[in-house]
């Protein structure tokens, strides 16, 4: 998005990673306390989530535009 929706849609974005990211971390901290197994994330880890979120929202952006087009043009 541009403008304001779209800072908006980013800041909600930014929000979500960082609620996944203390997820991940306290879900973490409870696989050491309970199973005393270490369990690391690297950034590389974050970035694949990063892109395949990207991917499944050019996915889905396209298929919302192709039902605009249908609806617009007539099935």
């Known amino acids: 998005g541009e403008g304001e929706d779209g800072a908006a849609i980013g800041s909600a974005v930014s929000s979500t990673f960082a609620i996944i990211q203390q997820s991940v971390i306290s879900a973490s901290d409870q696989m050491l306390e309970q199973l005393k197994r270490h369990n ?24 919302l535009g192709d039902a605009a087009d249908k609806l617009s043009n007539g099935l």
Do not use: H
Request: proline share 4%.
């Open 40 to 63: 690391y994330v690297t950034p590389t880890n974050y970035l694949e989530l990063v892109t395949g979120y990207k991917e499944l929202l050019a996915e889905k952006r396209k298929e």
